[in-house]
């Protein structure tokens, strides 16, 4: 569910941006609109207190998971093209795996040393074609290596929370954190001022909300839940058939007239690179699941 929403949005958050809205002010509606709902929720429905010594690791968490991650994924999706977005986000799971061995001290075995190795070719592959067709950025490309990295990094870092606390506690002061830093950018709000909501159609309205109700509030917090069961590897393995849904949203919303056309920004050069992060990121995964398959 979490990327399918995700997968809708590379394409339908692209038409939002630059015309109507700079990223900075995108980034503040969708964290602060996610931000009053996660705490409207639980007010009503989870009265848990936080520690005063997990502060610190919950705002690096709102650092990493809300304000670096998305300054960067939607600086990068304003740059770059959709697609392009949805296949790089695809090396997520190998991210999370090199950070697991120097955070969480798990071994890094053969299997896994091959597919980081596979995947991080892809990606590599992919970032140096970019600026060769419509719609292409390298320095897109890279804003969204950096997004998927600092993503990467939340998946981790929220795992041992997810012990203490419920999902709903957790990602409610992450966001608050991340809100907090997002302000703090001087761009923000200096943008914010001079944005004229008043040109901003309906339809434009509807993906914003789409934005901020479904692929915030709703991504995030079923992140959390699935965090509360499933290892942060296991859980961003799931993000590699992203790219694929992008691909499937990019044809279907342009057929509809519902977003612009990215289509023409798939070549046969970047399906071949993604199946070689898809490789990648499943040789990893599996190898993953068998190291701690035989540990039992």
């Not at 997990?54 to 959709?82: P, W």
């Not at 969204?144 to 409610?172: C, D, E, G, Q, R």
């Not at 499933?230 to 279907?252: D, E, G, K, R």
Request: with cysteine; aromatic share 16%.
């Amino acid at each position: 569910m979490v990327n399918t929403l995700y997968g809708a949005s590379h394409v339908l958050a692209k038409g939002v941006m630059p015309l109507y809205l700079t990223p900075n002010v995108f980034i503040l509606f969708r964290a602060l609109g996610a931000t009053l709902l996660f705490w409207l929720v639980k007010t009503f429905f989870v009265r848990e207190k936080i520690a005063r010594k997990d502060l610190l690791l919950l705002a690096t968490c709102g650092l990493f998971g809300v304000a670096i991650n998305q300054l960067f994924f939607f600086h990068g999706l304003n740059l770059s093209s959709s697609i392009n977005s949805g296949i790089i986000m695809a090396v997520n799971p190998i991210l999370v795996v090199i950070l697991s061995f120097f955070l969480l001290k798990e071994k890094i075995t053969l299997g896994r040393s091959i597919g980081i190795l596979m995947g991080t070719t892809g990606a590599i592959l992919l970032t140096l074609t970019a600026g060769t067709g419509k719609g292409d950025s390298m320095l897109g490309d890279f804003f969204l290596f950096i997004n998927a990295a600092s993503y990467a990094v939340y998946l981790v870092l929220a795992k041992p929370l997810m012990k203490k606390y419920s999902p709903l506690t957790v990602i409610t002061y992450v966001f608050t954190f991340g809100v907090a830093f997002i302000i703090l950018y001087p761009p923000t709000l200096s943008e914010l001022v001079v944005t004229n909501f008043q040109v901003i159609p309906f339809d434009v309205w509807i993906k914003i909300a789409y934005v901020v109700v479904g692929v915030t509030f709703f991504t995030y917090l079923l992140t959390m839940y699935g965090l509360k069961y499933l290892s942060a590897s296991v859980s961003s393995a799931y993000i590699y058939i992203q790219p694929v849904l992008v691909m499937f949203f990019a044809y279907t919303f342009s057929s509809l007239g519902l977003a612009d056309d990215y289509t023409g920004t798939i070549t046969w050069t970047k399906i071949m690179y993604m199946l070689i992060i898809f490789a990648g990121v499943y040789i990893t995964s599996a190898s993953s699941y068998r190291a701690k398959k035989n540990s039992l």
